[in-house]
């Protein structure tokens, strides 16, 4: 699954005729402010419909303008029409077209065009909040395991039913009338996160193993409550104090995972340069599994490369993403620091002023 075609309309500094991609390697160069994050965030956009940059969607439209349009094409060969998806935000709402008819849940894009992203102005998996490794495990479990979405969307709703009922500071029966559906779901939840880490864990080492030669990497997953007592039972023991706060304090939205270097944090044993090696190793492993689990894939998103990795891990990292027959964006200031050579089908482009044109 590769974006074939991409039509930008008022997005941040972008307004450009419809482009037409590889379906391998793009590469796109431009002096800093030209607009290449702001290309790379526009891809983004079509996959997963936010962005990237911690921002509000209304700052994504272009100054003095009313919306931005995005319309793209996704399929698996050059040449050959793809499904269309459009995305248009207005101050007062999204709308959402796949295929030429309107999306009313979002969850129904899902899939259609899955979309990673490395670069500096984003939160990775070692510097973000907990909040930011539960989006990168859920939005690969959405993709891998078909029922994940089913189960957390139940377990979303219990959730909130159950929050609200402790807001309100209804009897404890009350509150503990969702406590079924939200164990239930919690189970499954569990249980398809440790399953994902346990089948990532091979990949993991295999791609952190050749950026860092000699790492021992493990993953250390937490899933939301004290490991040595079962949910239920946390449940029971928490509700007063639940009660008092006005929420509840454990469970799989509580899930939080790190990644360890012989035994290490990683965040506060390595090198910055260490530490983007892991985070492109993990993005990596995840994509080889997906793979690997014959789920489509999207574009691979790498941003601002030549100053993010030097030249044996980009050379590492963008062999590795052309075995996977993955589509892959890479920006730079100027192309020299990316070598393209062993790409049969890269494509170059270079952006001016928010301009994106092809060159040859
Ligand atoms: N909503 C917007 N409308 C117009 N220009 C914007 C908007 N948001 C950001 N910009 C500008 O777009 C330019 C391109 O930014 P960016 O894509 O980050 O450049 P690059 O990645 O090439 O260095 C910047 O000058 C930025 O100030
Ligand atoms: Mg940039």
Redesign the pocket.
């Known amino acids: 699954m590769a974006l074939l075609s991409f039509e930008i309309h008022?997005?941040?500094?972008?307004q450009n005729s419809p482009l037409t991609f590889s379906p391998g390697l793009n590469l796109v160069t431009?002096?800093?402010?030209?607009?290449?994050?702001?290309?790379?965030?526009a891809i983004y956009c079509l996959g997963r419909v936010r962005s990237f940059r911690a921002s509000t969607s209304g700052?994504?439209?272009?100054?003095?303008?009313s919306a931005y349009r995005l319309v793209g094409r996704v399929g698996q060969w050059e040449g050959r029409g793809g499904m269309p998806i459009g995305i248009e935000r207005r101050a007062d709402g999204l709308q959402v077209h796949l295929d030429g008819q309107p999306v009313k849940r979002l969850s129904d894009l899902a899939g259609r065009f899955p979309v990673q992203v490395f670069s500096a102005?984003t939160p990775t998996i070692l510097n973000g909040g907990p909040r930011y490794r539960r989006q990168a495990l859920d939005w690969a479990l959405f993709h891998v395991e078909q029922a994940y979405r089913e189960v957390w969307q139940r377990y979303s709703r219990a959730l909130r039913q159950r929050n609200a009922a402790l807001r309100a500071q209804q009897a404890p029966a009350e509150i503990r009338a969702w406590d079924a559906e939200l164990l239930e779901t919690a189970a499954e939840m569990h249980r398809f996160r440790s399953t994902y880490f346990e089948a990532l864990r091979p990949y993991l080492v295999e791609e952190i193993e050749c950026l860092l030669p000699g790492a021992e990497i493990s993953v250390k997953y937490q899933p939301g409550w004290p490991a040595n007592t079962a949910l239920p039972e946390v449940l029971v023991q928490a509700l007063e104090k639940d009660r008092a706060r006005g929420h509840t304090r454990f469970g799989p939205h509580r899930a939080d995972f790190s990644l360890l270097f012989d035994e290490h944090s990683i965040s506060a044993h390595c090198s910055r340069g260490q530490q983007k090696a892991v985070t492109v190793g993990f993005l990596l492993a995840q994509v080889k599994l997906q793979r690997a689990s014959e789920v489509p894939m999207g574009a691979f998103l790498l941003?601002?490369l030549s100053s993010e990795l030097d030249a044996g891990h980009r050379a590492r990292i963008l062999g590795a993403l052309r075995e996977l027959d993955t589509q892959v964006f890479v920006?730079a200031i100027d192309d020299s620091a990316i070598d393209a050579a062993d790409w049969r089908d890269a494509r170059r482009f270079h952006?001016e002023h928010?301009n994106i044109r092809e060159t040859r």
């Not at 008022?10 to 972008?14: A, K």
């Not at 700052?59 to 303008?65: E, K, M, T, W």
């Open positions: 008022n997005f941040r500094n972008i431009g002096k800093n402010a030209a607009g290449k994050t702001s290309l790379l965030e700052q994504l439209i272009r100054y003095g303008q102005d941003d601002d920006t952006v928010g």
